[in-house]
C-alpha cells in the first residue's frame, strides 16, 4: 500500500478484463441549479433547454436538460474507474440519448469493458468501454462508446490479447427516434430563434458559426467540477506546469459544449443532439484560447412515421484562435488544419 | 450570402424603421440556479430576494427574482436583434418594474422601435428601442427604452428621415407603484441588515458604499451568458484583442448589478427597484477593474395611498480603481471625473 | 458621521461587550442553486449531497445541503457585524451541525459574545463568538464558537477586563448523534464511492488525498459571494494591492471546502460531518495556489445506540503548492511545515 493507502488510484490498463462491468459511484440528482450553471458556463440558447413553456408547447413535460448536461453528468462519473490514468480520450463512438432528462432526476452510470490493446510501447493501452447512463426508473438516458489510452502500472505486466471492438462509423438513421409524446406541429421559429427548419438545409452546405468564446481556467474548472469530473489534469496547475502541457489542459467536453453553443448561430432549431456518431479531440485547449466553429451537413434524414422533425447530421469543427469564415479543415493528406482541437460528427433533430 | 450563410449577422442601422416590432427570441424560465448563480456573481444581500420567508412576510408569493436579474434576462434577448452590431449602449430611460418575478416564470420580451437617427458619418446611427418583457401569462415584468449606436451594413444607404422620441427625463412619481398585496407593517430592519427607513433619508444626502468589487473575466463572461447575452465583444478575446480596447468589454448592465450590490451598504433597505429614470455607461469596464459606488438621494416620493413605503429617487455613480469617500462627481463643465464609468438614476421603495 | 455616513463601518472591538446578543441579517433561503454552484465550485462528490436517492435511501427527506455549505452561509451573516474589521479569522471550536439542510429551508443566524481579550499593543483584540445558525422552523442547524482578532476604532479607548472563555478540545462523543430517522443499513458503497466503512479505518492511519485544486480569483469570489460573505480582503485588489499580502485573500472556509472535497479520496463514506473540534487557518491563501492535503485519524467512536453508524475523528492538513504523499506536518518544536495552510481537527460519521 503506498502512502495514498485508501484514497482511489485508479484503474491502470491491466486492472481491466474485456467483459468487466463497472458500477460508478456518485449518483447525481440534476436540478434547476445545474441547468443554470450550465447556461452561465457556455451562454447556450436552444429554446427548447431554456424554456418550460416552449418545451411544454412540444410535449414535454418541461424543459429538459441540456442533452450535452446530462452527457457531462454521466461522462464524469466514468472517470474514476475508466479514465482516471488515462493519457488521452481518444474517441467516441455510437452515442445515442434516451430519455429526456429533467431538473429532480437521478443520473447513474455503469460501464462494460468491450475492447483492450495495449500499445507496442507496453507503457499504455487502449481501453474501450460502453457507458450507460440511467434514470431513477433505470431508463437509459445515454448510451456510449469511448476509448481512451490508459497507463500500465507496470509495463511488464502481461495483458490478454487485443480485441478491438467493431464499431458502427455512424449511429444509423433507423435508430433516430424522437420521444413519444413529442409533436412540432406548434414549434414557434420565432421563440427559437432561427427561420430555418429542416426542408432549408441541404447535404454539403457549410455555415460558419462566427461567433467566438474565450476559455477561462475557472470556467473550465467549473464546468468539470459541475460534472464531477475527476480528472487530475484540469484542476491542478501546480502539478500540470510540470506535466506535457506545463498548464492544466480543457475538459473535452466543455469544448464540445461551446461547439455546440457556438452552432447555435445557424442552427438555431437544431433542438435535440439525437446521437453523436463520433468525436476526435484533435488537440488539446487551454485557458486563454478562443474557440471558433463551423459545421458541415453530412445527411438527411427522415424519422420514421413522422412528417414534423427531421434529423440533420453535422460535421461540427472547432478551432482555436482561429476564425472560420474559410471553414479551416483537413488537408488533402487528411491532416487536420493546425488550429482544429475538435471534429464533431452527430445527428441533431429539427422541426419540419 | 457570406460565408456564415445561415448564422445570423444581425441587423444593421438600414434594417430597422420607426414602428417596426421584433419579438425576440429564447423565452426563459428563471430558476432558483438563476438566483443562486446572480448572487455568487454580485455577493447581493438585499433580504427580499434572499429570503422565502422574509418575502412572504411581506406578502410577496416567496423571493422573488432579483429585478435587475430580470432585467438583464429580458435585455439578454434583445441582443440578438437589436445590438449584435452595435457599438455602444448609449442610454436607457422610462425603465418600470412590473409584476414580480418567481423562479418558475417564463420570460419572453419584445421591443418595437420608437426612434432612428442616422449620424453624420453615416458610418452608424443610433436605435431607439421600447423593449418590455412579459411573464408566461402576459403580465408586463420590465417596460423601458434604450438607445443603442448601430453600425450601417452599408454607409451609402439611404435612410428616412431622423425621428427621436420623446422621452421622460424621469419617471413620473404617480407611475410608481408597489405590488397588490404588499404589506410592509410587518417589513424587519434587523433581517434586512439596515436601521434606516425612508423617513431617515433626506434630499440632498450622499452616502459612499466603501465597498469595492474587482471584476475578472470569469465572472462577467458568466453573468453575461447566465443572461443570454450575445453581444461579442463580452467574450470573444481573440477578436478583442484587435478592437478597439484591445480586450473583452464588460456588459455594462453587470457594472450596474454591482453598483447596486455595493449600495446595500447605505440603502439595505431599498428592497425594491421601481424605476430606472435613465442610465449612462459613461465608459468602459474591463477584467481587473475594481467598482467603488457612491449615492445621492435626488428626490423622496411618497406613495399612492401607502403609509407603509415610500419611494427614494437615487443617483448612483461607480467608479474604477477609484474609492468614493470624496463622492467623485461631474465637473463645472459637467465631465465626468475620469474613472467614473456608471451613472445611473433609479426609484427605489423602501418601508416607512 | 463620517463620508460613509449610512454605510455600516463595522463593529470595532470597543464595540462589543461579553453577554452581546446580535441577529444577523440577511436570512438566506438555500436552493438547488447554491447546492449546484457549491458543486461546481468544489468539485464534492459525496453521494449523500448529490443524490435525492441516495439520501432517501438513509432516512433522509432528499439530498441535503454539503454540511460546510450551511456552515458558510451561517458564517456568512456574522461577518458584518463580528469581523468586518477583523485582521484574522483565528480559530473555530465546539462546532455542531444539527438539523439537516433541505433546498428550501431558510438559514438565518444570531451571535453571542462570550469573550473579550484586548491584545498588549492595544490597537486590536480578541473577539470570541457563540453562533447559531436555525432554519425557518427554530432548529438549530449549526453551533459554533469562533474567535477573531479585531481592530479598535480607537486605541485608547477603555476596554473591560479580559474575559477568555472555557472551550473544549474537541466536542465529546456523547455529543455526536444522527438525525431520528437515518438508518443506514441500506448504505451503498459503490454509489458513493468507496469500499471503506468505519471498521476498516484505525486510529494513526493517515491518508494523502493525492489530488490537487488550483484556486482561481473568480471561484474564491463567488465561493464567497454565493455566501454573501462581505469580508472585503478577497473582493477587492484595488485596496488589497496596498494592503499586507498586495493581493485578495481566499475565504478560509473555501480552503476547509477544498480540504473536505479533496478528502473523498480516502473517505469517500464519510457521508456527514457531526462536529468540527476546532480548526486553525495557519497561513493564508492566494489566487494561484493548488490545495492539497492529507489526513489522519485521531478517533474512533461508537454512537450511542447505534450499530449502523461511527465516527471518526479526523485531522485534515491542507498545504498549498506541495504535495503530501510525505504527510507534512508540524515539527518536534510543534511549528507547521512552511506548506501547511490549513489543520482541521472534526468528527465525521460514517456508515459501520
Redesign the interface.
Known sequence: M????????GNFFEDFHVGQEI?H?????V???????Y???????F?LH?????ARSLGYE??PIDDLLAFHIVFGKTV?DISLNAIANLGYADCRFGAPVY??D?L?AGSTVIGLKENSNRETGVVYVRSIGTN?RGETVLDYVRWVMVRKRDSSAPVAAATVPDLPAAVTRNKLTLFAGIDLSRYDN?????P?RWG??AVG??????????I????H??????Y???A?VH?????EKAGRFGR?IVYGGHVISLARTLSF????NAFHIAAINGGLHVGPSFA?D?I?AWSEVKEKAELAGRRDAGALRLRTVATK?R?C???PDRGADAKPHSAIILDLDYWVLMPR
Open positions: 503506498t502512502a495514498a493507502g485508501k484514497a482511489d488510484p458500477r459511484a456518485t449518483p447525481r440528482t436540478t434547476a441549479g445545474d441547468a443554470a450553471l447556461i452561465g458556463l457556455t451562454g447556450s440558447r429554446a431554456s424554456s418550460d413553456e416552449f418541461r424543459a474514476p431538473a429532480g437521478t447513474s431513477q420565432v421563440a427559437a430563434g432561427s430555418y432549408d438545409y452546405e457549410r455555415i460558419d458559426h462566427r461567433d467566438g468564446m474565450t477561462e481556467e475557472s470556467c474548472m467549473t464546468a468539470a467540477r459541475l464531477q469530473n475527476s487530475r484542476f491542478n496547475q501546480h502539478a492544466r448561430n445557424g442552427f438555431g486563454g478562443t471558433y484562435d476564425p469564415a474559410d471553414f
